[in-house]
């Protein structure tokens, strides 16, 4: 059983930064895909980041924005994010899975962590 426990969360002014990192326990099979999503209230959920093995896809909100890159010991999956605007206010969740699923609503990562709230003021 794979557990994801994501921190780094926080409130931060517009134009700041804050780096989010999602760390796995238990059984955690280095070529996984691993993701950050988003869910601001009353609003889907949207893809932010993915990455696999070295390969990376952002949403175009965040792009130039934001970097997902992994630790060297591949159980923590970090999300810098600098640059940040109000329209970035949301819980985020890293989710994992043995393939990709895109950048979508999140439908078919089979593990989540329990979120971590980003709030940006103007």
């Known amino acids: 059983q794979v557990q994801l426990v994501e921190s780094g969360g926080g409130s931060v002014q517009a134009g700041g930064s804050l780096r989010l990192s999602c760390a796995a326990y238990g059984y955690f099979y280095t070529h996984y895909c691993v993701a950050w999503f988003r869910q601001a209230p009353g609003m889907e959920r949207e893809g932010v980041a993915l990455?696999?093995?070295?390969?990376?896809d952002y949403a175009d909100s965040v792009k130039g924005r934001f970097t997902i890159s992994q630790h060297d010991t591949k159980s923590i999956v970090y999300l810098q994010m600098n640059s940040l605007k109000p329209q970035d206010t949301a819980m985020y969740y890293c989710?994992?899975?043995?393939?990709?699923?895109?950048?979508?609503?999140?439908?078919?990562?089979?593990?989540w962590g329990q979120g971590t709230q980003v709030t940006v003021s103007s």
């Open positions: 990455l696999i093995d070295h390969s990376t």
């Open positions: 989710a994992a899975a043995p393939i990709c699923y895109g950048l979508g609503t999140g439908a078919g990562y089979h593990y």
